[in-house]
């Protein structure tokens, strides 16, 4: 008896940008296509991209205001029309594009009468503005108005802690996420005697970055979380029998590992991530370009290597140590 012979398509995964459009300097779309996928995989790869796209991407935000002439965040100014309270609610609102790793200073110096706009900041070189209308504050007097900003890069979101004022410094809530929004779709059909999926993906962010250039940083970040689970399993490390304790990594981790033996917890250091510790973004950031990636690659890190990394200062090595105790390491 003859049997038809089905062929399937074997055509490798590709992707492509359907649509793409700025609805404004703050406001970008895009959605992007990928297929074929087999049953099932366009909803994990769908929830997975999400997730990553709302909570993976770093982004830039204003988190600080300060200046000796404000007496406490709800009070006036003379000759400002707007509140203190409104002016940090319009610096929130700024948008920023930067390749900054930690934090750095930013200021605003300018005579009224006059509109002060995101124009007005002087930033530092790695720092720019999308939209440099952004309203600060109306002076209707020709007064001087100075604010010291701090601007840093992270991720997620920040809600500002309760200040005492004693440094006239003024926390501002950080919305670090430069995707607004993410959603996506699934379309199925049959090829051959085979159910497909196609996978759209749907991406608003607000123009610090296009959505080609959030699917990218997504994607990347996922596959920076998964490559753990392509290495080999790690045994059990014999430090005490296999390694001197003079050629132990840094500081005071070589008394800590060699204490832990050979129970469970020297195993769990690779599936430790620095980003699980409480590390100040700065210290967390220049470890990450040095692909310092777990606790384990930390320890594993001489001494000699670490103060070759860029921007590693002394007092960063208390940072580190109270970390690992957060961490109860």
């Not at 982004?59 to 029309?81: L, M």
């Not at 430069?178 to 497909?196: C, D, L, T, W």
Request: aromatic share 8%; proline share 5%.
């Amino acid at each position: 008896m003859f049997q038809e012979k089905v062929i399937v398509s074997t055509r490798p995964l590709q992707w492509k940008c359907v649509e793409s459009r700025a609805d404004s300097k703050r406001l970008y779309y895009g959605r992007f296509s990928l297929a074929p996928l087999m049953r099932g995989q366009a909803d994990t790869i769908g929830i997975a991209m999400r997730r990553a796209l709302l909570g993976e991407i770093e982004g830039t935000c204003i988190t600080c205001a300060k200046s000796e002439k404000i007496p406490h965040e709800y009070s006036t100014i003379a000759g400002v029309q707007e509140s203190v309270h409104e002016i940090l609610m319009n610096l929130k609102e700024i948008v920023l594009r930067s390749n900054l790793y930690g934090t750095c200073d930013a200021s605003i110096c300018i005579k009224g009468p006059g509109y002060v706009t995101a124009h007005d900041i002087i930033l530092p070189p790695s720092v720019e503005i999308v939209d440099k209308t952004q309203h600060i504050a109306n002076l209707t007097e020709p007064i001087n108005f100075c604010i010291e900003l701090q601007i840093e890069r992270n991720r997620g979101y920040r809600i500002k802690t309760p200040n005492n004022f004693k440094n006239v410094s003024y926390p501002i809530d950080a919305i670090f996420m430069p995707v607004r929004n993410a959603n996506y779709s699934i379309h199925s059909y049959v090829n051959g005697n085979e159910k497909q999926e196609l996978l759209f993906l749907e991406i608003w962010t607000n123009g610090s970055l296009t959505p080609k250039e959030a699917l990218h940083e997504a994607a990347r970040n996922l596959i920076n979380l998964f490559i753990p689970f392509l290495n080999a399993e790690e045994e059990t490390l014999h430090l005490e029998n296999n390694q001197p304790k003079e050629n132990l990594p840094l500081f005071n981790f070589h008394g800590r590992l060699a204490k832990l033996g050979k129970t469970k917890k020297d195993i769990a250091l690779k599936y430790i991530f620095i980003d699980q510790s409480e590390l100040p973004p700065r210290v967390y950031n220049y470890f990450k370009k040095s692909n310092i990636n777990t606790v384990l690659d930390l320890v594993t890190t001489s001494e000699e290597d670490l103060m070759k990394i860029k921007d590693f200062r002394e007092e960063d090595i208390k940072h580190i140590m109270d970390a690992m105790d957060a961490l109860e390491i």
